[in-house]
Each structure stands twice: as C-alpha cells, then as structure tokens.
C-alpha cells in the first residue's frame, strides 16, 4: 500500500469518527432541548391556572433540572461542531438569556413567587402571564430551527 493512500485511509476514518462525534453531539443537545421545552411545557400549565407555591417550586426544580443536560450538551457542540455551525448557536444562546434573564424573562415571576404566596396574591395572575409570554417566545423562537439546518449541511445530510 502507498504512503498515498494510508494517507487517505486515514484521513477517512478521522473524517468518520468526527462525523459520528458531531452526530451524537448534535442529537444530544435535540434531545436536552425537547426535554427543556417539555419541562416549559408543564411549567406553562401550572402558571396557566391556580396554583401554589409548592406545586410552582416543584415544576420550577425540574426545569431547572433539565437545564443540566441542556447545558452538557451545549458545552459538547461547542467542542465538536464546525465553526460556521457555531455561529448558529447565537440564536440559540440570545434566546435562552431571553427566557432567564431581563424584565420579560421568568426571572420576574420566578422572584414575585418566592416572596409571595401566590395562591391568594391578586398580582400572581399578571406575573404568572409576563412567564406564560416568556416562554411562549422562547418556544416560537424560530433559531433552533435554524440551527438543525446548519447541522444537516454540516453533517452533510441537508
């Protein structure tokens, strides 16, 4: 065999094995954020019809649970991927500070609800709404979408 075409052996497999790491890395942050938007989802209802502070704390810890793995799985894009998939990540990241970060955030709602108790608070309604919007526009925010194309042309499969 020539130098030549160990050369492109080579070069094939490593080729392969970064396909294959991008691949994972790509369908474990899919799989974090469905999960979080999930865990939004649920968090939505509870925020959509009375409740109390503990069934709130209870929907609120798990979120926040799932921000673990979505976390996990970012910091492995950022290992892995192509440095103009990258870029697509922006989207990505100003709509998640978007959701946890600013007045028309969930911080807000999060820190009204840990002072109050929002089953009797006449101002719970309007809080529990300003955290229904903010996920709302995350969930609407169209960047993943855009992401999961420039993760197909980068995979090569879009």
Not at 44 to 51: D, K, S
Not at 65 to 74: C, I, K, N, R, T
Not at 87 to 100: F, H
């Amino acid at each position: 065999m020539s130098s030549t075409q160990i050369d492109r052996q080579e070069r094939l497999a490593r080729e392969q094995t970064i396909r294959a790491d991008r691949l994972r890395a790509y369908t474990d942050f899919g799989t974090a954020y469905m999960d979080l938007g999930l865990k939004l989802g649920e968090l939505r209802g509870v925020l959509g019809r009375p409740a109390n502070n503990d069934t709130l704390q209870g929907v609120e810890t798990k979120v926040q649970d799932s921000l673990v793995p979505y976390q996990h799985s970012l910091a492995m894009l950022y290992i892995v991927m192509s440095s103009s998939t990258n870029k697509k990540l922006n989207g990505i990241n100003a709509a998640m500070s978007a959701l946890w970060e600013g007045p028309d955030s969930l911080a807000p709602t999060f820190n009204y609800a840990s002072t109050h108790q929002i089953a009797t608070d006449e101002n719970w309604p309007r809080l529990a709404n300003a955290g229904i919007a903010a996920i709302d526009k995350f969930v609407n925010d169209t960047a993943i979408d855009n992401f999961v194309e420039a993760a197909r042309k980068d995979l090569g499969s879009g």
